[in-house]
Nanobody
């Protein structure tokens, strides 16, 4: 079973950028559609972006469309979340996992996530 490891979070000012990385042990991500999710305090986890195995198809939640992109590097078995124009509504713990259409598969095993904080 894939075990996900997220990295790249941190503190950024409003309007700033961050790039998150998603890797996994127990298999290669190249064979999976991968999504990014986030969970803010007191809120349910929400799907924000997904990418197909080849990168030919992507999905974005309306809240991040035009600001975030989800490139992947199958040679490195890594999926990224490039975040720009970060807003005060973006702080959350960000997770990655197998999924599609902004939803995780039922068998997804969640990692620890990476914290994103937006503050001046």
């Amino acid at each position: 079973q894939l075990q996900f490891v997220e990295s790249g979070g941190g503190l950024v000012q409003p309007g700033g950028s961050l790039r998150l990385a998603c890797a996994a042990s127990g298999g290669s991500l190249r064979y999976y559609n991968v999504c990014w999710f986030r969970q803010a305090p007191g809120r349910e986890r929400e799907g924000i972006s997904c990418i197909s195995t080849t990168g030919s198809a992507t999905h974005y939640a309306d809240s991040v469309k035009g600001r975030f992109t989800i490139p992947r590097d199958n040679a490195k078995s890594t999926v990224y979340l490039q975040m720009t124009l970060l807003e005060p509504e973006d702080p959350a713990v960000y997770y990655c996992g197998v999924g599609w259409d902004l939803s995780p598969v039922a068998s997804n095993s969640w990692g620890q996530g990476t914290q994103v904080t937006v503050s001046s």
